[in-house]
């Protein structure tokens, strides 16, 4: 029973959250933008990581193609290590690249080593093929054998 209560109420605050990006037409709220779109003008991390950090993939991948092309960059950067890059899989392919170009390679590899194979494959597939051979060689042996 209590574990009953518990999955209800952690599904009742993930709608709740929900309820608080998407409008009712199923786009991504202005004022959600314009909260984020602030915290990357004021350069606010803090407030950054507090509006991100509990965004399914799916949502961040929503975020990032509402915001501007500036912002995407700036969100990335700021949210650094916190960035969740299987939120990649979830965007546009332009979007995607426009993303991960604008990345160092030696960002790129650390995040691809905790994605899941498929994920990481993903995200490197549409690389150049010497970007692709200095994050796979960043990695550990075991690593690059399993994403090849």
Same mark, same amino acid.
């Given at each position: &029973?209590?574990?009953e209560h518990e999955r209800t109420t952690g599904a009742r605050a993930a709608e709740e959250h929900h309820a608080d990006i998407y409008g009712e037409d199923g786009a991504v709220l202005s004022s959600f933008l314009a909260r984020i779109g602030a915290a990357i003008a004021d350069r606010d991390t803090l407030t950054l990581k507090h509006e991100v950090d509990d965004l399914h993939q799916s949502e961040l991948g929503d975020l990032l193609? =509402?915001?501007h092309p500036e912002q995407r960059r700036a969100l990335v950067e700021l949210l650094g290590a916190d960035f969740d890059f299987s939120s990649l899989t979830e965007v546009?392919? =332009?979007?995607? &690249?426009e993303i991960v170009d604008n990345l160092p390679n030696a960002q790129i590899a650390q995040a691809v080593q905790e994605l899941d194979s498929d994920d990481a494959v993903y995200i490197l597939e549409d690389l150049e093929k010497e970007d692709q051979d200095e994050i796979l060689s960043q990695l550990?042996?075991?690593e690059r054998i399993r994403l090849r």
């Open positions: &029973m209590e574990g193609e =509402a915001l546009d392919e =332009a979007i995607r &690249m550990p042996f075991t």
